[in-house]
């Protein structure tokens, strides 16, 4: 008679491991949006290093990155995106800064937060212990949303000076994460620095063409 085999996760350790791992990263995720929201009119450089979708973004990819099983960061990565919004609309309805128009702007962020923090998670944990070439793809994903973003502040908005620290972080990015995958013999690393700047100009006309769409109909 076979026994079968008991998945790991499904035994009380599992359980708990999984529980710990979610609530760990909605927590942080709660103290980013949090941040996010308590240093508006600080410095402007701190205001935009948090208040940014890179920075959200690489929090909740390094946050993959540690987490040990794949289901596990793509989880994490959703709860942390969610939770970040959470936390950043929380603080501003009790600062009352949710003005009426709040509602339908929350929800859209936490619907992209929902839709691209399994992916961020999954990147984070596929770098660092996936395998294959798909780690260079996956790699490629974090400093793509670094220069989309910083395309969207100069030719959007034209912040060029803004724009100019995006890019280069987003490109110092893609050459350390590179230089990451090559040192450990990663077949075709050199994936990740060419489609990190394709990546990132389909980033930059997805938001503003689908994100900025949506949030001017709210």
């Known amino acids: ?3 079968g085999t008991v998945s790991r996760r499904d035994t009380p350790t599992g359980v708990l491991t999984a529980t710990a791992t979610i609530t760990a990263t909605a927590a942080f995720g709660l103290l980013l949006g949090w941040a996010t929201y308590g240093l508006h009119g600080t ?4 205001e935009r ?3 940014s979708v890179s920075t959200w973004i690489i929090w909740t990819a390094a946050a993959g990155a540690l987490i040990r099983t794949r289901p596990l960061a793509v989880w ?3 709860s942390m995106m969610l939770a970040t919004c959470c936390g950043y609309y929380t603080a501003s ?7 009426a128009g709040g509602l339908g702007t929350a929800a859209v962020w936490s619907v992209a937060g929902l839709a691209g923090g399994p992916l961020l998670g999954w990147a984070g944990w596929t770098v ?7 780690r260079a793809v996956a790699a490629a994903a974090v400093p793509m949303v670094v220069l989309g973003e910083g395309l969207w502040l100069g030719l959007a908005l034209g912040y060029w000076g803004e724009a100019a620290v995006f890019l280069a972080v987003g490109a110092l990015f893609t050459a350390l ?5 090559a040192r450990a013999g990663v077949h075709r690393y050199w994936l990740c620095a060419a489609l990190a700047p394709v990546g990132a100009l389909a980033f930059y006309l997805a938001e503003k063409t689908i994100l900025d769409g949506l949030l001017g109909s709210v």
């Open 177 to 181: 994460l590179t230089g990451y995958l």
């Open 1 to 3: 008679m076979s026994t």
């Open 93 to 99: 309805t009790l600062g009352d800064t949710f003005g």
């Open 43 to 46: 410095t402007p450089l701190l």
């Open 128 to 134: 660092r212990r996936g395998r294959g070439h798909v």
């Open 49 to 51: 290093a948090t208040n």
């Open 76 to 78: 994490g990565g959703a």
